[in-house]
């Protein structure tokens, strides 16, 4: 089963230099845990599997630590200034959920922008929506297990 598969299409981007208020609003309207920042998807091509230069990801995490630990003002300050952009790791959608995980695996990163082969955003995965299928994996295993067990 490949990343394009599983990962969930719809992904939110802002625009580099939006201010943080106006993210977490857009954050808190549709209950997103993380927000892309790019110019646009065509960006994408820049990167390879792993690492961002210009364009990155910023979870509720991010900006609460940042914000408050930097005092920052959110309704000035643009989201870009706190987006992780070095330790993004970028998944290409035609990988399969083990490959996937073999590259996720030594990153301290839970959320993973999905690329095309051209490089085209195609959605976004999570350690949360990964280990959830794992989960329903084992679950439909261990019922295959039960049907086949004699009856004694």
Do not use: Y
Request: glycine share 6%; hydrophobic share 40%.
């Amino acid at each position: 089963m490949s990343i394009k598969s599983l990962c969930r299409k719809e992904v939110v981007t802002v625009k580099p230099g939006t201010v943080i208020e106006e993210v977490t609003k857009i954050m808190e309207e549709k209950n997103l845990g993380c927000v892309i920042v790019s110019q646009d998807q065509a960006d994408w091509r820049e990167f390879g599997i792993r690492g961002a230069k210009e364009f990155g990801i910023v979870t509720d995490r991010d900006i609460a630590l940042k914000v408050i630990n930097k005092k920052l003002d959110p309704h000035k300050t643009p989201i870009d200034s706190i987006m992780t952009n070095g330790k993004l790791v970028i998944l290409r959608d035609d990988m399969g959920l083990l490959e996937a995980l073999e590259h996720v695996r030594d990153s301290a990163v839970r959320r993973f922008p999905v690329v095309d082969a051209e490089g085209n955003l195609q959605g976004i995965i999570t350690l949360d929506d990964i280990i959830r299928l794992m989960g329903k994996e084992m679950a439909n295993v261990a019922q295959v297990i039960e049907n086949e067990e004699p009856l004694l």
